[in-house]
Nanobody, 124 residues
Framework: QVQLVESGGGLVQTGGSLRLSCAGS????????MAWFRQAPGKEREFVAGISWTGGSTSYTDSVRGRFTISRDNAKNTVYLQMNNLKPEDTAVYYC?????????????????WGQGTQVTVSS
């Protein structure tokens, strides 16, 4: 089992940058596929980015590809989401999620563990 705690959210202007962090507990963190999802008011939670347990494979939704970068440091039990050139439509609560081994999947039901979320607000 793994517990996840996100941090790094905040208010930023259009074109700005933020880096989200997700700290995981447990000795087996390196065996989990990790992902970031987001949920805007009135919308369903959507996949943003995912990274394999080795870090060798990543996946992004089309709207963030080229602007966001997911990475992980298994020695620190932490996964990151570097967000550049932020847009108002990126405003949402961002959630970290973990899936035991397997492949990166883009559906919420594919992940067993979730953090509490961190708010990202991009002003125009």
């Amino acid at each position: 089992q793994v517990q996840l705690v996100e941090s790094g959210g905040g208010l930023v202007q259009t074109g700005g940058s933020l880096r989200l962090s997700c700290a995981g507990s447990g000795r087996t963190f390196s065996t989990y596929v990790m992902a970031w999802f987001r949920q805007a008011p009135g919308k369903e939670r959507e996949f943003v980015a995912g990274i394999s347990w080795t870090g060798g494979s990543t996946s992004y939704t089309d709207s963030v590809r080229g602007r966001f970068t997911i990475s992980r440091d298994n020695a620190k039990n932490t996964v990151y989401l570097q967000m550049n050139n932020l847009k108002p439509e990126d405003t949402a609560v961002y959630y970290c999620a973990a899936r035991y081994i397997g492949n990166i999947v883009t559906t919420t039901r594919g992940y067993n563990y979730w953090g509490q979320g961190t708010q990202v607000t991009v002003s125009s």
